[in-house]
């Protein structure tokens, strides 16, 4: 038999995990890296980082306009750090039609280019 839990159980620990991203003084982002692990954006989101709809977390980045990418590349993980600078979760980037866990908005693939503005894709976790 598989370990099943209630709709009520994983909302509690979908808020949780909301809840451990917002801590600290700073904001929950994500960061972006390419397959030789150099940072190409850091997207920082609101707080709080995310709501639950149906059950999953949403995640809302701050800044509407996006957030300015430092290197050229392709984006190939994503890493979602709290307020602390403490790993949330990480896991595979895709653009906005894509399977990843985290989504990049406005895209073909996950190219992103030094100077223009990164968008963060409808990023849903459960």
């Known amino acids: 038999m598989t370990l099943s839990i209630s709709d009520a159980h994983r909302d509690a620990r979908s808020q949780a995990t909301i809840t451990f991203a917002d801590l600290g003084a700073g904001r929950s982002h994500i960061d972006f890296y390419d397959a030789g692990n150099n940072l190409l954006v850091s997207m920082g989101l609101k707080k709080p980082s995310g709501t ?3 059950g999953v977390i949403v995640l809302e980045q701050y800044n509407a306009a996006g957030d ?3 290197l050229d590349g392709e984006a190939v993980l994503g890493k979602w750090i709290n307020g602390n600078g403490v790993l949330v979760a990480q ?3 895709s653009d906005a039609s894509g399977a990843g866990d985290f989504k990049i908005s406005g895209t073909i693939g996950t190219m ?3 100077g223009a503005y990164a968008l ?3 990023t849903a976790l459960s």
């Open 68 to 70: 300015q990418v430092l």
């Open 91 to 93: 896991g595979d980037v």
């Open 52 to 54: 639950l709809v149906a």
């Open 112 to 114: 992103l280019y030094a």
């Open 120 to 122: 963060l894709g409808v």
